[in-house]
């Protein structure tokens, strides 16, 4: 028996790894999401009954105490926190994870102090990368939560010689790990000084950052915070940790490279750009002297021209999202497919503040999976779409992009909205978006602004359509 339990221990860690990576596949697709989300659920608590079968558990009260205070705070937040705020509470996530890896790293280190023996090189670069990846982490997402909550400022933050002291802060955290791995291992003023060195790194990392770029954001923090995992897994000598944490990392990274994909920027340029610092004003391009008048329509027009169209794509945003829209939109989609409209849903890649925000929000109010479509499936449609509908939306369909080199947002890949025969546009107002420019959509002959919040301008399309 005693022969069996480990091997059975590392059998229930590739079981539960298959179920990870079989999870992960079905989280691809918005109509396997769900069972994809319970399938990677079974398997992690595969791996945690085989985590407390290994003999080095020490105290199971104390694990299950943890168990119960985890899974209460868990439960009040999934109750709790409205599907609006899920990036808020995705970037807390992570930095949850992050605060773990590294809090691992640190006992780890203080295990070594606490006996004779001296941390082997290996260890102690693990423990320093677990320490570093970790309080970037953490904080990092800390930040990100606090930006994207409103608790500080949207917009990216700078000042001077930012830069320099960045590098001046790599340069430490460089030095004193150097310092530590050649000459003093056990020097714990420096040790606290790298872990202090980390946190502010994932401050300074965030703070130049501007919540329309959040969702490459909280996708790379994902992907540290999986990195973290793993580097706590090498400490803890745990496979399954290292899989599952390289797991998150990898497709953290390759979801990251996706989101600067739909944007035509490097990640580089989301880093450190500082994209966005305009603070709304609009920014000049070639386009300026194009004709600003503005056509408006009002909402029984409006109510007219989606119910007696035979295709009608709508295009949510984050004014949606703000505005908590996405049960009201559902309900004129209802009306409209009552009349028989052709109703389809055009998701951008970057729309939000989070990978996937306008599919989560229309899961949320239960839009069938069918209706949506990506932006590369979508848009040859709208050559034969009678109406677009844009509900909060404003960079990701700005025609702009496609051909005014001037603009900042000049080669992301967009949703062609404006080749549909008609657009209404729901705003609040004629402001700019995240990236400061103003929109070339607005002006269009085949443009109408309705203008309102998302939620109470959608609910008096659906009053007027209900009539027709």
């Not at 714990?188 to 300074?204: H, K, R, Y």
Request: glycine residues 10%.
């Amino acid at each position: 028996m005693s022969d069996f339990l480990p091997s059975g221990i590392q059998l229930s860690y590739l079981v539960a790894a298959s179920l990870f990576i079989v999870g992960l596949k079905q989280l691809s697709s918005p109509a396997t999401a769900r069972q994809g989300n319970v399938i990677a659920a079974v398997g992690m608590l595969i791996a945690i009954i085989g985590t407390l079968l290994e003999r080095q558990v020490v105290s199971y009260q104390m694990i299950a105490l943890g168990i119960i205070i985890g899974s209460i705070a868990g439960t009040i937040m999934a109750k709790k926190v409205a599907m609006t705020a899920m990036p808020q509470m995705v970037g807390l996530l992570n930095g949850f994870g992050g605060a773990a890896s590294a809090l691992v790293a640190v006992g780890e280190f203080w295990r070594y102090l606490s006996i004779p023996e001296t941390p082997r090189t290996d260890s102690l670069i693990i423990i320093i990368l677990g320490v570093l990846i970790g309080g970037v982490t953490f904080t990092g997402s800390v930040l990100a939560f606090a930006k994207l909550q409103e608790l500080l400022p949207g917009a990216p933050i700078t000042f001077p010689l930012q830069q320099p002291f960045n590098a001046f802060l790599a340069a430490v955290l460089f030095g004193g790990s150097a310092y530590m791995v050649v000459a003093d291992p056990e020097n714990v003023p420096v040790f606290l000084a790298l872990v202090a060195v980390s946190n502010i790194l994932g401050v300074m990392f965030v703070l130049p950052i501007g919540g329309g770029d959040m969702p490459v954001v909280i996708s790379l923090l994902n992907s540290y915070s999986g990195l973290a995992a793993s580097v706590a897994g090498f400490i803890l000598m745990n496979n399954m940790l290292i899989i599952a944490g390289a797991l998150v990392g990898a497709s953290g990274i390759i979801l990251t490279q996706i989101m600067c994909k739909a944007m035509n920027r490097s990640l580089t340029n989301v880093l450190f750009g500082a994209f966005g610092a305009g603070g709304g004003a609009a920014v000049a391009s070639s386009a300026a002297d194009i004709d600003k008048t503005v056509r408006t329509v009002a909402p029984d027009e409006a109510a007219m021209m989606l119910g007696y169209a035979r295709s009608v794509v709508i295009v949510p945003g984050y004014g949606m999202a703000v505005a908590q829209a996405q049960h009201t939109v559902r309900e004129l989609a209802d009306q409209l497919d009552r009349l028989g409209v052709e109703v389809k849903y055009a998701i951008h890649p970057v729309a939000g503040r989070m990978p996937g925000h306008m599919n989560v929000l229309l899961a949320e109010a239960n839009v069938p999976y069918p209706q949506l479509y990506d932006m590369e499936d979508i848009n040859p449609q709208f050559d034969e779409t009678d109406v677009a509908l844009v509900i909060g939306a404003n960079d990701v369909v700005n025609p702009a992009a496609r051909h005014d080199q001037a603009s900042p947002i000049y080669g992301m890949p967009i949703l062609d909205v404006d080749k549909a025969k008609h657009t209404i546009v729901i705003k609040r107002s004629m402001n700019t978006g995240f990236a400061g420019v103003d929109n070339e959509l607005f002006y269009k002959n085949k443009t109408m602004m309705l203008f309102g919040s998302a939620k109470d301008a959608v609910g008096k399309l659906v009053s007027e359509v209900k009539q027709l």
